[in-house]
């Protein structure tokens, strides 16, 4: 199975600053069809989750623009440019390019 | 408004089966990938299994393989699970996820297996 390691697991940030979230696969995240199934999910306390980010750069309908999402291949990157009391939760990638689908570990982001 | 709602989680005996069912509305059923992912409260997500449009391919996981079943209604805008042969580390909330260009979550159904 694809291994996703994201780092790091815990991300204190003040209101109103930048936090980045790394991702890297155990693969190529690259399918045959050229596509880079890449994905980031946000689940507050107590909710399901809510996907943000698809392809590893897309956003999701309603996705504020302070989040935008980067990478290639086996190394991605969530970036949030000014984080505000709504973004506290855990950040999870997740790949669909290989079966069994997975997600990476979590990250706690919550404000400083 | 877009709505996944799931039903069927219980408390279950180790062994004993269950059966899942998630009802979508407010947006094109048919046309989506539907996903049963599960989590143990607290901890990280587990991808179970899911099914094409058409339902024509499903797969499950291997953890639940040989004991899992998925399929859906499209003419009722229905997702079924069902597991047999349950043990406690099956023991989760069971989401139903809705997968295409947009992505919808259902709010959980509680599986608990223990005697």
């Known amino acids: 199975d694809v291994v996703l390691t994201q780092f790091p697991l815990s991300l204190p940030v003040p209101l109103g600053q930048p936090a980045s979230i790394s991702c890297r696969s155990s693969?190529?995240?690259?399918?045959?069809?050229?596509?880079?199934?890449l994905t980031w999910h946000h689940q507050r306390p107590g909710q399901p989750p809510r996907r943000l980010i698809y392809?590893?750069?897309h956003r999701d309908s309603g996705v504020p623009d302070r989040f935008s999402g980067s990478g290639s291949d086996s190394d991605f990157t969530l970036r949030i440019s000014s984080v505000e009391a709504e973004d506290v939760g855990v950040y999870y990638c997740?790949?669909?390019?290989?079966?069994?689908?997975?997600f990476g570990q979590g990250t706690n982001l919550e404000i400083k | 408004e877009v709505q996944l709602a799931e039903s069927g989680g219980d408390l279950v005996q180790p062994g004993g089966s269950l059966r899942l069912s998630c009802v979508g509305s407010?947006?094109?059923?048919?046309?989506?990938?539907m996903n049963w992912v599960r989590q143990v409260p607290g901890k990280g997500l587990e991808w179970v299994a899911n099914?094409?449009?058409?339902?024509?391919?499903?797969r499950c996981v291997d953890s639940v393989r040989g004991r899992c079943s998925v399929s859906r209604d499209n003419a009722g805008n229905s997702l079924f699970l069902h597991l047999n042969t349950l043990r406690a580390e099956d023991t989760a909330i069971y989401y139903c996820?809705?997968?295409?260009?947009?992505?919808?979550w259902g709010q959980g159904t509680l599986v608990t297996v223990s005697s």
């Open positions: 099914i094409s449009p058409d339902g024509s391919m499903k």
């Open positions: 996820l809705a997968w295409g260009t947009s992505a919808y």
């Open positions: 392809d590893v750069s």
């Open positions: 997740m790949q669909f390019t290989h079966w069994p689908h997975t």
């Open positions: 693969q190529s995240l690259v399918n045959g069809d050229g596509g880079t199934y």
């Open positions: 407010g947006f094109t059923f048919s046309v989506f990938w």
